[in-house]
């Protein structure tokens, strides 16, 4: 890998104060005020998989689709171990479901899989979600010593159920995952964006995104997906954070 080509690139995103967002025609309406974000809990599990799936499997069928959910629905439960220091979570939007009326059971320390263990009597249904990390696995590595970067959160799965899309469900979601970042400290946040998806990259550039072309010869790793896939690497700076990242 050239740490040299990745550093210039980079340290000149970090360098250069926040611009506006691009004047891009938005491309959802206005947002429900029925819909609420917040951090998924153990309640959620099976409609995170379901959405997860139906998403990004849309063409599988019965049985395969359920062994899919199922698959999915372990992986969750059984949780993935992250290195020490680094954050990650689960967010979801749902409908049906207000914060001025939801009755909450059980304790802030009780987590299975990273969920929160608390349960309510109206959770409402999970219409999107969106997982934030800063475990940093496709970020370049830092250095000869492939150092994992710090202070960029990262932002993956992003999904919304069909029937829900076009309400800017996916706006408070990249909205809210950004919150939590700078909650954590961080200074920045990433993304990989499918080439062949412009209708999310507008909406990624809608929101201050930019595209970070990749050094030629350099080798940027990249979400584990079809090998035919390609994807734009893009990142944004967030408000009132410092204008570089010395990590």
């Given at each position: ?75 969750m439960l059984a ?130 995104f930019k595209c ?14 079809s090998p035919d ?19």
């Amino acid at each position: 890998m050239k740490h040299t080509g990745f550093s210039a690139s980079f340290d000149l995103f970090m360098e250069v104060r926040l611009c506006r967002a691009s004047q891009v025609v938005d491309l959802f309406s206005t947002v429900s005020p029925e819909i609420i974000v917040r951090e998924a809990r153990l309640e959620d599990c099976w409609e995170v998989a379901e959405t997860h799936c139906s998403s990004f499997f849309p063409e599988y069928s019965f049985p395969l689709d359920f062994v899919l959910r199922m698959d999915r629905l372990v992986a969750m439960l059984a949780g993935v171990s992250i290195p020490s220091g680094c954050k990650r979570t689960c967010l979801v939007a749902v409908i049906g479901s207000s914060l001025d009326q939801t009755f909450l059971f059980g304790s802030d320390d009780f987590k299975i899989g990273g969920f929160d263990g608390k349960f309510s009597l109206n959770k409402g249904y999970v219409a999107g979600i969106l997982t934030v990390d800063t475990v940093a696995d496709f970020l370049p590595r830092k250095g000869p010593l492939r150092q994992r970067r710090t202070g960029i959160a990262y932002i993956s799965n992003v999904a919304v159920r069909e029937k829900f899309r076009r309400k800017g469900i996916a706006k408070l979601l990249v909205a809210k995952a950004e919150s939590q970042a700078r909650s954590w400290g961080c200074r920045a946040i990433a993304l990989h964006c499918d080439l062949k998806n412009p209708v999310a990259t507008k909406l990624y550039q809608g929101q201050g995104f930019k595209c970070i072309k990749v050094p030629e010869g350099a080798t940027w790793p990249q979400p584990k997906t079809s090998p035919d896939i390609q994807f734009n690497f893009m990142m944004k700076l967030l408000k009132n954070s410092p204008a570089s990242v010395s990590n």
